[in-house]
């Protein structure tokens, strides 16, 4: 069934995808806070800041969503740590208006939280594992997680893993652009040893956001790919399959980085639930930057 789906942060990284993976299937109402060059037969844009509530009430009595898709947020996890007061307004105040909206009105709400929830001394996380992070834009997701569980009665909370994908625009918050592009300058690439992920790509997370637009899911998912790697070995099977040679790819010691956020050490997450909820696959690496590729549109990557 078509659906009206309200999309945040429309002009965001994973926006921009959910938009292309929606093939028109939905309405989709995107709501950013600046012009976005992408035009589409059921989409429309909506220019807004969010913090705004009365704007966006306005709006939200305006477009009569089924659902809406928050994944607006500050996801810069260092400017989050600095930013304290912003962070907290867009990613926790405006998921609470949200929240308050599709309350009054019976919406169903799908609210992107993050695995940045966890502390990262375990690993292989599943849904009712204990939130507990290190970083203020992970208290941030658990503030909007609570205000969704305790407010909502239609609620989805998605707990993506690294997300690997290109962005519709080049802009956002996808790692995999940024490595392209200083690939490109011939650059080496610095990434972590430390840092345990199950990245998750871009595409198949949109479809599995769109699959749980359209069924009656209640509960917290984790989306995550199969394979639990160190963001290094990531990085390197990246550069690999795009014809780089591998020691591109370089230690980056994070205890050193001035200015970095602490960071958890394993924050893999066990997709189990996912796999058995939803019929979109989930994926390995390799099979997931097939799948990228395939989807790259028009876009040089090497
Ligand atoms: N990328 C990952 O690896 C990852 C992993 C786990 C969870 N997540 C979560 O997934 C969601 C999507 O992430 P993403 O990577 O797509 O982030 P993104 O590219 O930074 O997109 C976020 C969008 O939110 C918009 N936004 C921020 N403040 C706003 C405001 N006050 N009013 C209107 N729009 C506003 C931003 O607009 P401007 O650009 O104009 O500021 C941006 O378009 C986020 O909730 C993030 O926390 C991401």
């Not at 989805?156 to 080049?170: A, E, K, N, Q, Y």
């Not at 200083?182 to 790509?201: A, M, N, T, W, Y």
């Not at 200015?259 to 994926?283: E, F, I, Q, W, Y």
Request: charged share 25%.
């Amino acid at each position: 069934m078509n659906r009206t789906i309200l999309l945040t942060g429309g002009g965001g990284f994973v926006a921009g995808n959910i938009i292309s993976q929606n093939r028109s299937r939905n309405i989709i109402e995107a709501v950013e806070q600046r012009e976005v060059p992408i035009t589409g037969e059921h989409l429309t844009w909506h220019i807004l800041d969010l913090r705004d509530s009365a704007q966006l009430r306005h709006l939200f009595h305006r477009v009569k969503p089924d659902v809406i898709i928050h994944t607006a947020a500050i996801s810069d996890i260092d400017y989050c740590e600095v930013h304290r007061e912003i962070a907290e307004s867009v990613n926790v105040g405006v998921t609470g208006t949200l929240v308050d909206l599709c309350v009054e009105s019976d919406v169903r709400l799908i609210y992107f939280s993050s695995d940045s929830i966890f502390n990262g001394q375990k690993g292989g996380y599943v849904e009712e594992d204990i939130p507990e992070p290190l970083n203020f834009y992970g208290r941030t997701k658990v503030a909007g997680e609570k205000i969704v569980q305790q407010g909502c009665r239609n609620w989805v909370i998605i707990r993506p893993s690294l997300i690997t994908g290109l962005p519709l625009l080049d802009a956002g918050n996808s790692f995999l652009w940024r490595l392209i592009n200083e690939l490109k300058q011939g650059k080496k690439v610095p990434f972590p040893k430390e840092e345990i992920r199950s990245p998750v790509d871009s595409v198949t997370l949109s479809r599995a956001v769109l699959e749980l637009a359209e069924n009656d899911f209640k509960g917290i998912l984790h989306l995550a790919g199969n394979d639990t790697l160190t963001r290094f070995e990531i990085a390197r099977q990246i550069v690999r399959k795009l014809g780089y040679p591998p020691d591109l790819v370089v230690d980056k010691k994070p205890q050193v980085t001035t200015g970095r956020a602490p960071r958890p050490r394993d924050v893999s997450l066990n997709n189990a639930k996912a796999r058995s909820v939803l019929k979109t696959p989930m994926l390995d690496l390799a099979e997931a930057l097939d799948l990228i590729i395939e989807n790259k549109g028009g876009r040089d990557l090497c």
